[in-house]
């Protein structure tokens, strides 16, 4: 079974300028997250899908990220305009449904760093 | 909110060390408590989970038990191996209703030596 897809890998910016993200869960997972984590923390959740409906956006600072996941698959998480402290990695997990005890899928993440 | 607190690292040990590593959490509900394991170079990957008290997850030698009455989920491996050496993170999900997201500690690096 193919893991949870994310592109880039890395990816340097400059402040102010737009970034993107894409993600790619397991085939068949309702449940789609993207997690933010700076150097030296523990991944902070900034959005939660379930199919293509948004569950959970309470973190997420909606001045500059958006995220959308099309057809309820594929998700992309956007940055405009970027901030020197959005410098981290973003990492994408899938879960077959959202419930407690669920194992969550985390892809390799996508590394940022903004000059 | 719900939060989860967990040993401050680096730890450093022997090979055929026994490790302990302590969690505790802080939540309103009945949540289900997870340990993960980021290798070198990997993504982060499930290394076990207990749903409900008193449950024990077990999984690569590693254990930990779900302990109600004093809120933790310390991971523990009797003998560790050099392929152990990772950051660990503790995490609880769900302790609300359709709240699932995974509230993570800070995590801990292991460093194991040969």
């Known amino acids: 079974e193919a893991g949870v897809a994310q592109s880039p890998r890395y990816k340097i910016i400059e402040k102010r300028q737009s970034v993107a993200f894409w993600c790619n869960p397991i085939?068949?997972?309702?449940?789609l997250y993207w997690y933010q984590q700076i150097l030296g923390q523990g991944p902070k959740l900034l959005i939660q899908?379930?199919?293509?409906?948004?569950?959970?956006d309470s973190q997420l600072p909606k001045d500059r990220f958006s995220a959308e996941r099309l057809k309820g698959v594929d998700s992309t998480l956007k940055i405009q305009p970027a901030k020197l402290e959005d410098s981290a990695v973003y990492l994408c997990?899938?879960?077959?449904?959202?419930?407690?005890?669920?194992?969550?899928?985390f892809g390799p993440g996508t590394r940022l760093l903004v000059l | 909110g719900d939060s989860v607190t967990q040993m401050e690292g680096p730890v450093t040990l022997s090979e055929e060390a026994f490790l302990t590593i302590n969690c505790t959490y802080t939540?309103?509900?009945?949540?289900?408590l997870f340990w993960y394991v980021q290798y070198p170079g990997e993504g982060l990957q499930l290394l076990l989970k207990?749903?409900?008290?008193?449950d024990k997850g077990s999984n690569k030698g590693f254990e930990a038990t779900y302990r109600k009455e004093t809120t933790s989920f310390h991971l523990e491996k009797g003998s560790v191996q050099v392929s152990d050496s990772a950051v660990y993170f503790c995490?609880?999900?769900?302790?609300?209703?359709?709240?699932?997201?995974?509230?993570f500690g800070a995590g801990t690096t292991v460093t194991v030596r040969a």
């Open positions: 085939s068949g997972h309702a449940t």
């Open positions: 899908f379930q199919n293509n409906g948004v569950v959970d």
């Open positions: 207990a749903t409900k008290a008193d």
């Open positions: 995490a609880l999900s769900g302790a609300r209703s359709n709240d699932y997201k995974l509230s």
């Open positions: 939540a309103t509900g009945y949540p289900s």
């Open positions: 997990a899938s879960s077959h449904e959202a419930g407690t005890g669920e194992t969550q899928y």
